[in-house]
């Protein structure tokens, strides 16, 4: 067993790891840094279209598909050479709507932010099949159920960002509001504020502090917004004058993305490897967190049975759009047929 003062540094040291290393599509109102890229190298890259695509804010195993189908070659057999920008998601949704950028990864919520301020975004493919973010606590405070919530100490980073939408989806869920609960701004200390009792339980992507928790020995309970609430998760996001121009790269673009994520699903060894070699500070002594932590995203890149790949449902989005304005994130919600598009998949 571990000592409380042991697991608390063990816990404090993976939260740093993980801010050091993983993926979060976090923060409405970061700046954006000066980008990083990788792509694929090889005889005949001057041949092929250069597309960048804006993603998470640094490197990480979370990545995966997409590495998986920069290496194995999946863009290149569509004639394109594909990089990987790193910066926030709230920066890309400005630059991909006014032009400047023409793809990015970005959650159902902010395309719905960034229409509703006039922004010619549009969604065209499902990335995650799941919402990312969930409450987390110690098995013993015995938080299983939105219910539970009622009167509690809940951390998070502050009242924005995917965190803050699933935090609010799930407390509607049990028809509770923030005044019914301690609602804690903590900025991204998840994993340490529970590990150490400052809150009661906190809201972090799956793949972040729970994993933390769970890798210092700490049973947790978790609470999904996808239960209670359908939100378009995490997918790619282009712009109307794309579209117009160059439907074919999209598609083209689509096929690459759809087959990286079927061949990560499929060969998880393989691709974890791969992210490691794009990303060599993730393995060593890092590999077995950054291991956890690909495992924990694994199930998000799942499908349901029959469902197709890469598509998401206007019944979801007039839901998701009602929802956000709802709870005041847009004032008024964009029809929810222009946030998105199933016609440029396979």
Do not use: H
């Not at 005889?43 to 998470?56: F, K, M, N, R, Y």
């Not at 979370?62 to 910066?87: C, P, R, W």
């Not at 919402?131 to 606590?137: C, E, G, I």
């Not at 900025?187 to 504020?193: K, S, V």
Request: glycine share 10%; charged share 20%.
């Amino acid at each position: 067993m571990i000592g409380f003062r042991v697991l608390r540094m063990r816990v404090r040291e993976m939260a740093l790891m993980v801010v050091l290393l993983l993926v979060l599509l976090v923060s409405a109102c970061q700046p954006v840094t000066m980008p990083q890229e990788v792509s694929a190298e090889g005889e005949g890259q001057d041949a092929l279209t250069p597309v960048s695509i804006g993603v998470g804010y640094i490197p990480s195993v979370q990545f995966a598909t997409m590495y998986v189908a920069i290496e194995k070659g999946f863009f290149a057999e569509e004639g394109l050479d594909v990089s990987l920008e790193y910066g926030f998601e709230n920066d890309y949704l400005k630059l991909v709507g006014v032009g400047e950028r023409q793809f990015m990864i970005g959650s159902g919520d902010q395309v719905i932010i960034g229409r509703a301020q006039g922004l010619p975004v549009r969604y065209v493919m499902n990335w995650y099949t799941r919402y990312p973010v969930v409450v987390f606590a110690k098995e013993a405070v015995a938080i299983t159920e939105p219910a539970d919530l009622a009167g509690k100490r809940i951390g998070l980073p502050g009242p924005f960002g995917a965190t803050y939408v699933a935090f609010r989806g799930i407390l509607e869920a049990a028809g509770l509001e923030e005044s019914d609960v301690q609602m804690e701004s903590i900025g991204f200390t998840q994993a340490a504020a529970v590990s150490e009792g400052s809150v009661d339980a906190a809201v972090d992507y799956a793949a972040s502090g729970p994993v933390v928790l769970e890798q210092a020995g700490e049973a947790i309970t978790t609470i999904g917004l996808d239960d209670y609430l359908t939100m378009p998760s995490n997918g790619l996001v282009t712009n109307e004058t794309t579209l117009q121009n160059d439907a074919e790269l999209v598609r083209r673009l689509v096929r690459g993305s759809l087959r990286g994520v079927e061949y990560t699903l499929a060969n998880p060894d393989e691709a974890f490897a791969t992210a490691l070699s794009f990303i060599p500070e993730a393995g060593g002594e890092n590999e077995a967190i950054n291991r956890a932590i690909f495992d924990a995203t694994l199930p998000y890149w799942q499908l349901d049975t029959g469902s197709q790949p890469g598509a998401t449902d206007l019944a979801d989005w007039e839901i998701a759009t009602e929802f956000m304005q709802r709870i005041d994130l847009v004032e008024s919600a964009p029809p929810a047929a222009e946030l998105f598009s199933n016609d440029y998949l396979p």
